[in-house]
T-cell receptor, first 114, second 118 residues
Framework: DSGVTQTPKHLITATGQRVTLRCSPRSGDLSVYWYQQSLDQGLQFLIHYYNGEERAKGNILERFSAQQFPDLHSELNLSSLELGDSALYFC?????????????FGPGTRLLVL | AQTVTQSQPEMSVQEAETVTLSCTYDTSESDYYLFWYKQPPSRQMILVIRQEAYKQQNATENRFSVNFQKAAKSFSLKISDSQLGDAAMYFCAYRSTPFEGGSEKLVFGKGTKLTVNP
């Protein structure tokens, strides 16, 4: 158990819908990262937050957005869902600050868009 | 942009034997980190081992060790005394550092599926 929690574990929804994925980092960690794992694209970085501020963006679609709250949990919002958005979404956390820390991954949220 | 290549989509090993998984990467940076993550059927991403580029000594964690060749941009993972529980997808990953002005994102290879035969 990495100490990173993600909810829900599974999500089944329809095209055009909107969903919210939640991540709670390890106690004391200030950085949260979101990654998407799909069969065709592999593991891809989406976005990084540090202590409530956006630090870096990767291949994140405009239909997707994220934020980190004052209690440091983070949410990834996916809207106007398409079949191709079906994937495993991981959250990872690290202490943050030095940029040299290891990232620890949550168990992931499996999203299926029908 | 950095890239990570794992040229072996699948590997197999007999229980108690040794196996080596390959990884090469492309970067113009001198300060960075390399990682091996394991993803068992549960899909959890588990850190196996980490190497800092400025350290010449190869990292070791129990039965797992790496062969880091900085000039060749190669980072292989050796698993000794393989166990059934080692069966998983293994991902090699690269991360820049603030010294290089890079993002802290992990760049992953496509993975190697390891099967352990009893």
């Amino acid at each position: 158990d990495s100490g990173v929690t993600q909810t829900p574990k599974h999500l089944i929804t329809a095209t055009g819908q909107r969903v919210t994925l939640r991540c709670s980092p390890r106690s004391g960690d200030l950085s949260v990262y979101w990654y998407q794992q799909s069969l065709d694209q592999g593991l891809q970085f989406l976005i990084h937050y540090y202590n409530g501020e956006e630090r870096a963006k990767g291949n994140i679609l405009e239909r997707f957005s994220a934020q980190q709250f004052p209690d440091l949990h983070s949410e990834l919002n996916l809207s106007s869902l398409e079949l191709g958005d079906s994937a495993l979404y991981f959250c990872a956390s690290s202490v943050g600050g030095s940029g040299r820390e290891t990232q620890y991954f949550g168990p992931g949220t499996r999203l299926l868009v029908l | 942009a950095q890239t990570v290549t794992q040229s072996q989509p699948e590997m197999s090993v007999q229980e108690a034997e040794t196996v080596t998984l390959s990884c090469t990467y492309d970067t113009s940076e001198s300060d960075y980190y390399l990682f091996w993550y394991k993803q068992p059927p549960s899909r959890q991403m588990i850190l196996v081992i980490r190497q800092e580029a400025y350290k010449q000594q190869n990292a070791t964690e129990n039965r797992f060790s790496v062969n880091f060749q900085k000039a060749a941009k190669s980072f292989s993972l050796k698993i000794s005394d393989s166990q059934l529980g080692d069966a998983a997808m293994y991902f090699c990953a690269y991360r820049s550092t603030p010294f290089e002005g890079g993002s802290e994102k992990l760049v992953f290879g496509k993975g190697t599926k390891l099967t352990v035969n009893p």
